[in-house]
């Protein structure tokens, strides 16, 4: 299963609402989920099953989707919030990830 | 608090070997699946392979299906990767982490940086 993330790369204001979406090669709703990754850190995951906010994770941190498409969605941006993310499909073997999405500062 | 902790990066030469370890610590290691991702210098994150939920059977990414080799030692609360024939493309920070259930991962560790180069 193939997964399209975009965009690659976006710069956006401290309180933006920031979107990327995920387009899986088939329907794998809701098996798919979100990470947040910082330089230098181990990525965290912030959303599973499509749309479940994962425990600790502000509640600024949304996702829906279903069959192969999917979004995040990033409201009142934060400066702890600049880092990349990734799409990820759990639905089966080989796992794949999205290409990622650099969320910078503007 | 979970904790995995990888060992046994470093520098080797095209068609050379390796072995990774990494221990985990503030769970149950017993009842979960673990996985293996790497990230190569400038791209993202890639999985590897992985034990599925359930029933532990290890999977392989096509990139390293025949020369990578996933097992576990449940008394050592320890998790491997076996790594032969390796590539310069095989250049990567390369990640343990704990499937809390069906891919879904939920723990990670820092990383170990593997470089293959002559």
């Known amino acids: 299963i193939q997964v399209t993330q975009s965009p690659s790369s976006l710069s956006a204001s401290v309180g933006d609402t920031v979107t990327i979406t995920c387009r899986a090669s088939?329907?794998?709703?809701?098996?798919l989920n979100w990470y947040q990754h910082k330089p230098g850190k181990a990525p965290t995951v912030l959303i599973s099953g499509a749309s479940n906010l994962q425990s600790g994770v502000p509640s600024r941190f949304s996702g829906t989707g279903s069959g192969p498409d999917f979004t995040l969605t990033i409201t009142d941006l934060q400066p702890e919030d600049y880092a990349t993310y990734y799409c990820q499909q759990s639905y089966s073997a080989p796992i794949t990830f999205g290409q990622g999405t650099r969320v910078d500062i503007k | 608090d979970v904790h995995l902790e990888e060992s046994g990066g470093g520098l080797v030469q095209p068609g050379g070997s390796l072995r990774l370890s990494c221990v985990g610590t503030g769970f149950n290691f017993n009842n979960h699946a673990m996985t293996w991702v790497r990230q190569a210098p400038g791209k993202g994150l890639e999985w590897v392979s992985g034990?599925?939920?359930?029933?532990?059977?290890?999977l392989y990414a096509d990139a390293v299906r025949g020369r990578f080799t996933i097992s576990r030692d449940e008394a050592k609360s320890t998790l491997f990767l076996q790594m032969d024939n390796l590539r310069e493309d095989d250049t990567a920070v390369y990640h343990c982490?704990?499937?809390?259930?069906?891919?879904?991962?939920?723990?990670w560790g820092q990383g170990i940086l593997v470089t293959v180069s002559s």
């Open positions: 088939r329907g794998i709703s809701p098996y």
């Open positions: 034990f599925s939920s359930g029933g532990f059977t290890p």
């Open positions: 982490v704990k499937d809390a259930w069906g891919w879904l991962f939920d723990s």
